[in-house]
Nanobody, 129 residues
Framework: EVQLQASGGGLVQAGGSLRLSCAASGFTFDDYAIGWFRQAPGKEREGVSC????????YYKDSVKGRFTISSDNAKNTVYLQMNSLKPEDTAVYYC??????????????????????WGQGTQVTVSS
């Protein structure tokens, strides 16, 4: 059974940093795209970043480029999202999700959200101004 456990969220002041973790179990990191998504109150869920465990390619939403960094530790089956210079508009529940096929994650996008079929429970990130 695939399980994803997101953690690391919290309350931080604008300009601060957080590191989110997505611990995966039930599969091995051979050829997947692992994405981070977020959903703010009243807004649709949006893709923030992804990493291909096979190709190593990464993607970042324009608004987080230069501030967020995604990485993976394949030995630990864990993906991280380092978030620096946080802004109030980054406030949301952050989710990690996977899709079979690392080719879904390219520097230009992370593929359609509906294709991601396994999701973690979400972790709240709140950035105060």
């Amino acid at each position: 059974e695939v399980q994803l456990q997101a953690s690391g969220g919290g309350l931080v002041q604008a300009g601060g940093s957080l590191r989110l973790s997505c611990a995966a179990s039930g599969f091995t990191f051979d050829d997947y795209a692992i994405g981070w998504f977020r959903q703010a109150p009243g807004k649709e869920r949006e893709g923030v970043s992804c990493i291909s465990t096979f190709y190593g390619s990464t993607y970042y939403k324009d608004s987080v480029k230069g501030r967020f960094t995604i990485s993976s530790d394949n030995a630990k089956n864990t993906v991280y999202l380092q978030m620096n210079s946080l802004k109030p508009e980054d406030t949301a529940v952050y989710y990690c999700a996977i899709i079979s096929g690392g080719y879904y994650c390219t520097p230009y996008g992370l593929g359609p959200i509906y294709e991601y079929n396994d999701w973690g429970q979400g972790t709240q990130v709140t950035v105060s101004s």
